[in-house]
């Protein structure tokens, strides 16, 4: 059911970072044509706003940043900084409607990152977001490492930020150490002080990536940062899929954003980084709309909605009746009727036993096929030999 907080914005504008965080995935490394049709996918499935690169990466990623922004004038593009003016000249050179100039903000990173006294930090940090401004760009600081830092900080850099221009704050879990309920908390408490945009910025170490977003949103966040199929530094972002889903499934937020072609941006993203999708993945992953237990099976063939939470029809996607070792009899009639055969109830006994018997053996479902031939072995006039 739908529930809304006090702090909860009316909607979540995505900013999709896979073409930033998530290619900085070990081993990912997507071609420029890789690049574009990703950034194109997104946009036709309704997402607006992307961060695209690193300027300082080197002359052929500004290319390709150059190419992405040809090739959607229209997006709202966004690309990641130091505090360096050649990469802050570089992003207004490029075309960028956005920087994100990060910041490391605990003590930790300010000690042992930069090595260097947080009021020369600051110095900097406003000297920088005054260039990018008078450049024309639209500032986010990057709070680096917010999530180990201390609120007063942050503080600072907010007052700092409304100071200098700077009309976003991304608030980072870099390494990945929040939980729902302290998100909600640092989020609404920042939301005191900072009336502007304000973005999450989610890792998924220990598998909350979604449900952080979710909790940040609830607290008052305007943006947050996803990735296609959770991409990223280490276990990775917030997956945009599941960003979107949850939003309109739980609260009944509309992104805006065309589901149904989730599944095909997931495949083309899983092609072209290396990475495959778990058969088990929420919402993208082949097994989680298909049904193989005897008492679900039966209870989804007499009314879907007795399993159904999320509906695969929003994703373009259907359920999926298989035959395994937990198979009741009910399924088994459905699956071969839908084959085109018909079959008796001492027929379904023998069928069963001897599904059980090659799931048990084989590890898997049998196919469409496998089942055809069992039909005929068991079943045919001219019974194939065993
Ligand atoms: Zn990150």
Redesign the pocket.
């Known amino acids: 059911m739908a529930r809304k907080s006090t702090f909860q914005s009316s909607s979540l504008i995505i900013n999709d ?1 896979t073409l930033r ?1 998530g290619e ?1 995935s070990a081993g990912v490394a997507f071609t420029q044509e890789e690049k574009i049709s990703i950034a194109k996918q997104l946009w036709e499935i309704g997402i607006q706003e992307m961060e695209v690169g690193i300027p300082a990466m080197g002359l052929d990623e500004c290319r390709r940043i150059g190419a992405l922004r040809q090739a959607l004038p229209e997006a709202t593009l966004m690309v990641w900084c130091r505090m360096n003016a050649t990469d802050i000249r570089q992003a207004a050179a490029l075309g960028m409607n956005w920087v994100d100039i990060s910041i490391p903000v605990s003590e930790q990173m300010m000690q042992h990152k930069l090595s260097r006294s947080r009021s020369e930090v600051l110095d900097e940090l406003a000297e920088h977001v005054s260039l990018a401004r008078s450049l024309g760009l639209r500032v986010c600081i990057g709070c680096e490492d917010a999530s180990r830092s201390e609120l007063a900080d942050l503080r600072v850099v907010a007052d700092l930020a409304l100071r200098t221009g700077a009309e976003r704050l991304r608030y ?1 879990d ?1 390494v990945g150490i929040l939980d729902p309920f302290t998100t909600y908390e640092r989020i609404r408490a920042l939301r005191q002080y900072w009336p502007l945009q304000l973005e999450m ?1 989610a ?1 998924d170490d220990l598998g909350l990536a979604t449900a952080n977003t979710l909790a940040a949103f609830r607290a008052g966040a305007t943006h947050a ?1 996803t990735t296609v199929i959770g991409l ?2 280490r276990a990775g ?1 917030a997956p945009l899929e599941e960003v979107v889903m949850a939003l309109k499934q739980c609260y009944g937020v509309e992104t805006n954003t065309k589901n149904y072609r989730l599944p095909a941006l997931c495949d083309f993203v899983s092609k072209a980084s290396g990475r495959e999708i778990a058969q088990q993945k929420a919402l993208v992953g082949e097994y989680v709309f298909t049904h193989e237990s005897g008492v679900h099976v039966d209870g989804i063939l007499k009314d879907k909605n007795n399993y159904q939470g999320v509906d695969p029809a929003s994703l373009g996607r259907e359920h999926k009746l298989v035959l395994g070792k937990h198979s009741g009899r009910n399924a088994v009639r459905s699956v071969f009727a839908s084959l085109g055969y018909q079959l008796a109830n001492e027929q379904i006994d023998m069928v069963l036993e001897h599904i059980r018997q090659f799931a048990e053996r084989v590890k898997r479902n049998p196919t469409e096929s496998e089942l055809r031939w069992v039909y005929q072995r068991l079943f045919s006039p001219q019974r194939i030999a065993l």
């Open positions: 970072t965080d900085q980072a870099t910025h890792h940062n990223g530094e972002n």
